[in-house]
């Protein structure tokens, strides 16, 4: 018997479909130069299914973005999940797992944060209207924060609002700074982070 995809899963699957190919084609682009035409090409989609998901292209650079720090603190959270103490071989396992994060996105994708930045800073009306969704984005990865920390048994010393937030600023900066002096950033900047983490 074949299964019969209902409307919510469609429109999953097509958002899932667009979130991939803008991830894609602003790599490649960049945000500037990347058309929300270029995206839905590249998903073999029309500019309108695009609209039918997000109201703007920052709101759909702003999910791209929300999606990868999913990702990327879940892949702390499942090693951390495993372990009954943070010593320097769980520390490497975790610097290894998030070395190999920014080498498969890539000194690119890390650089698109920046232009985004940049664009917001030299945009104000475009830093106001997308300032709702960049709050969003933050709650979003704040509550996933809350969730892996809950799920493994671990506290935090710092609102994870703010712990979200200090992810949101510097990841891209260890991916570049790594990637640009060929000095590897990723294991100081992870004992950093988890100096305000406890397990139990």
């Given amino acids: 018997m074949v299964e019969r995809w209902t409307v919510e899963r469609r429109m999953e699957r097509t958002r899932s479909l667009l979130l991939d190919a803008a991830e894609e084609v602003f790599a490649e682009k960049g945000f500037t130069a990347a058309t929300l ?22 709101d759909l650079f702003l999910a791209v973005s929300d999606w990868y720090w999913r990702r990327y603190f879940d892949t702390f959270a499942e090693v951390l999940s495993a372990a009954s103490e943070v010593g320097a071989d769980v520390l490497d396992q975790v610097a290894q ?21 940049l664009y917001l800073n030299r945009n104000p009306d475009a830093r106001e209207r997308v300032a709702a969704k960049r709050a969003e984005v933050v709650a979003a990865l704040t509550g996933f924060i809350t969730e892996g920390l809950e799920r493994i048994g671990a506290t935090i010393s710092i609102p994870p609002s703010t712990f979200a937030r200090v992810l949101i600023a510097t990841t891209d900066s260890v991916v570049l700074g790594t990637r640009l002096d060929d000095v590897d950033l990723y294991r100081p900047t992870l004992e950093m982070y988890m100096s305000v983490i406890e397990l139990p």
């Fill in 97 to 117: 797992r998030w070395r190999q994060l920014g080498a498969d996105r890539g000194a690119e994708h890390a650089a698109l944060g920046f232009e985004f930045t």
């Fill in 37 to 58: 035409d270029d995206i839905a090409h590249a998903a073999g989609y029309t500019k309108g299914a695009i609209y039918k998901h997000f109201a703007t292209k920052e």
